[in-house]
Every structure is written in structure tokens, then in C-alpha cells.
């Protein structure tokens, strides 16, 4: 099932750079499903089935945001740097895990108390810069002796809970959500075209494994599975943002204002027409806010036509992101079937 698939990849702790833990269960998910699987130098994990000369690249990031320890007051207080967009509202009073050299640690995120902040400070509110993190530790040497070094990294402890309507929550649906689908698609597809499935590392941080791989590969053309951000929640206008959860996957025409990925139109053509053919929901978006892995992988080898099928998530980059988990689904499903053509390009 998606929904348990899922569960254990957002439980799964994968920081920018140290992304094994979900690497791991991704390899073990579809090792009986490919002809050849391996990691390449940068660490992304490439498997393969083979078909014709046609070869395609789905790519989906394994890595979420998180902090990284830069280093340890003589009080055993830590202070660190975020890896990843973090808005800093959403860090503050939060649980996290230290991935120490003998093990996770606990630990919580601390600043100056509200109730002796000044008005100025409350209406500025908590910097990143002001924070430390508390392991319960009086000293240097007695943090350190739990295995906490200056590099360490730290994600935030949180766990997958269900919520109404088949929704559930969650930290790192972004991209998990994407490695879900992606997953599933490669245990049920069946392609005449040479697939080549890439979980790919640091996307949070530049977009670095997607575009290390696709220059490798050098694929015909390309899909990144993602999340994007609907518009049907308090807060945000739907008439900006018109994504709504539960209402199927959401393809790519335009993301960033065109300064990211401006789609390949025989891409976009392609899953739309799979889509209608197969009575599969979806969604178009053309977005002024982030990006993909696409956007590095269409700009090398001289242009690979791309395009991203993403997932709606509500509250990315907070430790309490919401999805419908049958927008998943839907999008396993327009990939499998997509993937028995190729796109005409």
C-alpha cells in the first residue's frame, strides 16, 4: 500500500547529504523489480530496466531539510545552520534527533523564552541565529561523549499520523511523497522504453544529484515526482494557486516564473494525453514559487526535455505537511500507463 510505503519513508530520517536511511528501503522496495541497480559516486541510486534505445529518467529526491551542528558552547548548548528553506516560525520549540556517532540523540530546539521578550522582540520574533538546541548536556566534553561533533546532522523527530478523508501528516512528504510514487511505479510498470529510475540526493540543497546523473545518463527525456503547494487552504488564494489536494497529480507547464523549468510542451502533451485516454484525474500548474529536480536535468547534455508530475502537500518545509494519499495513487497510475508509450518529441 502507498499509505504504508509512505509512513516508513517520511519516518525515515535523510538529511541533504546523509540520505542512506531512505536509500535503504528504497533499494530493498525494488531490487526484485529492475535489471540493475547501483549508487553512483554522488550517492544517488540508479536502477534500471532495460527496454529499447528510448531511455527515460524519473527522478525523485530523497533528501529532506534539516540542521547540521556547527558547534558546542562550554554549557553543552548547540548551535547550528539550517541545510534547506527553512522559515524559522516552524524550527522553534520543535523536537529533533542528532544522528550522532554512537547513535540518534534527543533533543530540543531553545531560545529566549516569550515572557522575556521586550514588544520589539515578539514582533520580530525568533531568529534561526538565536536558537540552540538543548540535549540536556552541562558541558562541551559531555556532549561530545554522546557522539555529537561539529557536522553532525539533525532532522526533526516527528511521525507519519492519519487524519479525515484518507489524508494524512508527516514531516518530509517533500519529497517522500515523490520517492512513493516513484516506487511504486517502477514495482507495476511495464515499458518498452529503458527506464531509468534515480533517487536522487541534495535537491535541497541545489539540485546537485539530479544534475551529476542526468549528464551521466543522458536521457531522451525526463520526469521528476515532487510536491507542489495547493491553494485550498486559509491563507493562500486559490485563484493564484489553483491545486487542491485529493483532486489527482499536478503537471508541470511553468514552476518559479519560468526562471526553473519552463516544461517541454510534447512532455506535458504526453502525460495529458495518457491522462484523458485513461480517465485519470489530474492538475496543470504553471507556479512563481520553486522547483525541481527537473530544472537541473533539462539543461544538460544540451537540452533534455523534462517535466515534473508532482503531488500537493499542504505546509512543505514545516515538520506537519498534509496530503490526500489518493493523489499518490492517481499519479502511480498515469505513470504506468504513460510509460507504455514515449512521448513524441
Not at 529526491?61 to 540542521?67: A, N, S, V, W
Not at 541545489?206 to 527525456?221: I, N, V
Request: glycine share 10%; proline share 4%.
Amino acid at each position: 500500500m502507498v499509505k504504508e510505503l509512505l509512513t516508513r519513508l517520511s519516518n525515515a530520517h535523510g538529511l541533504s547529504g546523509s540520505e542512506g536511511s531512505v536509500i535503504a528501503i528504497v533499494r530493498k522496495e525494488i531490487r526484485k523489480h529492475v535489471d540493475e541497480i547501483h549508487e553512483d559516486r554522488m550517492g544517488n541510486l540508479i536502477a534500471i530496466k532495460k527496454g529499447n534505445n528510448f531511455k527515460i529518467m524519473l527522478a525523485a529526491h530523497t533528501d529532506e531539510i534539516g540542521l547540521m551542528v556547527k558547534s558546542i558552547e562550554e554549557k553543552g548548548f548547540i548551535r547550528f545552520v539550517t541545510l534547506g528553506g527553512w522559515y524559522a516560525p516552524t524550527l522553534y520549540s520543535q523536537r529533533v534527533i542528532l544522528h550522532g556517532t554512537k547513535g540518534e540523540v534527543a533533543g530540543v530546539l531553545g531560545g529566549k523564552p516569550p515572557h522575556k521578550m521586550d514588544e520589539e522582540e515578539r514582533k520580530k520574533g525568533v531568529k534561526v541565529d538565536d536558537m540552540f538546541i538543548d540535549v540536556g548536556a552541562c558541558s562541551r566534553d559531555e556532549a561530545e561523549s554522546m557522539g555529537i561533533e561539529v557536522g553532525t546532522p539533525i532532522t526533526v523527530d516527528r511521525e507519519v499520523a492519519g487524519l479525515a478523508n484518507g489524508r494524512i501528516t508527516g514531516k518530509a512528504f517533500d519529497n517522500r511523497a515523490g520517492v512513493a510514487l516513484l516506487v511504486k511505479t517502477i514495482q507495476e510498470v511495464k515499458s518498452p522504453s529503458t527506464l531509468y529510475a534515480v533517487f536522487t540526493v541534495q535537491e535541497e540543497v541545489g539540485l546537485k544529484g539530479a544534475k551529476t546523473s542526468a549528464y551521466t545518463l543522458s536521457p531522451d527525456c525526463a520526469i521528476a515526482t515532487d510536491v507542489t503547494i495547493p491553494g485550498d487552504h486559509p491563507g493562500i488564494d486559490l485563484n493564484d494557486v489553483p491545486v487542491e489536494m485529493g483532486k489527482g497529480p499536478v503537471i508541470t507547464i511553468v514552476d518559479s516564473s519560468g526562471r526553473g523549468l519552463i516544461a517541454s510542451r510534447a512532455m506535458v502533451k504526453w502525460l495529458r494525453d495518457t491522462a484523458s485516454r485513461n480517465d485519470i484525474p489530474i492538475q496543470l500548474e504553471v507556479g512563481s514559487g520553486g522547483t525541481t529536480d527537473a530544472t537541473a536535468i533539462h539543461l544538460e547534455r544540451g537540452g533534455i526535455p523534462s517535466t515534473t508530475l508532482s503531488i500537493p502537500a499542504r505546509y512543505i518545509h514545516s515538520p506537519v505537511e498534509v496530503l490526500d494519499v489518493h493523489d499518490i495513487e492517481e499519479g502511480v497510475r498515469l505513470l504506468v500507463e504513460a510509460l507504455k508509450t514515449k512521448p513524441k518529441l
